[in-house]
């Protein structure tokens, strides 16, 4: 048998052969369930038909540049983008501002924390039939206006207000998460910090600056991160509350590829889609980590 050099690899050694025989189940499952699928999907971005009738033949790129020229795509990103943006923004800011109240220590503190934890545990369509029914022309949220001397609102029949019921849908469902994340990173600050800058007379506002937001960066990376992932794979309340309407006002990309591959049935141009929402995630997870190489 020939030496094996020392610091050189050595695939037969007893310990190597036992490591991957105990990660062979974990390594065929993530083949079978992640990597076979996403491989799968970019095959399949390059062919059209139907698995149906004739099958599918290759096309190359001819998904793609219908993506790039089709005027509903467009719009579909334009509305994931606002959608997206209009939803991290307030997801980061509000449950921060919470999570600094609550971290604090008064009566009642757990059960506010409960509180506003509950809504990221409840079922997104079952919240997406309740803000049906709270945002149609004769729910409750209509009858409040009137009763308050106000006009009601079309809210889901408009192109303006069908949008922001999604959004702040989407902002009261990750609230609670984000909160906790936020309590748990403020936890991790080290309290002497906070009074020594008391003792150099630093306010208030002195100390959320220049030591809570400094010592909660990682966090924020990985809540913003998170959530705007979150935002892009967003789908239940599309399908549940306005289906992409009025007019495609509300049709996010998520919800059009599931249009296309199941209801017209173009699973190349779906997958080409899912595709481009593939890079685009993949893209946020290479900025955390990149950032969060940066503070290690």
Do not use: C
């Not at 409960?114 to 919240?127: C, D, E, G, H, R």
Request: proline content about 5%; overall charge neutral.
């Amino acid at each position: 048998m020939v030496p094996i050099k020392p610091g050189r690899f050595n695939w037969l050694d007893n310990d190597t052969i036992a490591a991957w025989i105990f990660l062979a189940p974990s390594l065929i499952l993530l083949g079978t369930f992640i990597l076979w699928p996403i491989v799968y999907l970019f095959y399949l971005s390059f062919t059209a038909g139907s698995f149906t009738r004739s099958g599918v033949h290759l096309v190359g790129l001819n998904n793609y540049s219908r993506l790039l020229i089709s005027p509903d795509f467009w719009q579909v990103i334009g509305n994931t983008f606002y959608f997206t943006i209009a939803t991290v923004i307030p997801s980061l800011i509000i449950p921060l501002g919470l999570a600094v109240l609550l971290n604090r220590s008064f009566a009642g503190r757990g059960f506010l924390r409960t509180a506003y934890f509950i809504p990221s545990i409840t079922s997104l369509v079952a919240v997406g039939l309740s803000w049906r029914w709270l945002f149609q022309t004769d729910g409750p949220v209509n009858n409040l206006l009137i009763s308050l001397g106000l006009n009601s609102v079309p809210w889901l029949n408009s192109t303006i207000w069908a949008m922001p019921v999604l959004i702040l849908l989407s902002i009261w469902k990750q609230l609670g998460f984000n909160m906790v994340i936020f309590i748990a990173g403020l936890q991790a600050i080290p309290i002497n910090r906070y009074e020594a800058a008391e003792l150099d007379g630093a306010g208030a506002w002195q100390q959320f600056w220049h030591i809570t937001l400094p010592g909660l960066r990682p966090t924020l990376v990985f809540v913003t991160v998170t959530t705007a992932i979150f935002t892009l794979r967003s789908f239940e309340q599309v399908y549940v509350i306005t289906g992409g309407g009025p007019l495609n006002s509300t049709n996010l990309l998520v919800y059009y590829i599931y249009d296309q591959a199941f209801a017209q049935f173009d699973f190349g141009y779906a997958a080409a889609a899912a595709t481009l929402l593939m890079i685009g995630a993949l893209m946020l997870v290479y900025l955390q980590l990149k950032v969060w190489g940066e503070d290690s």
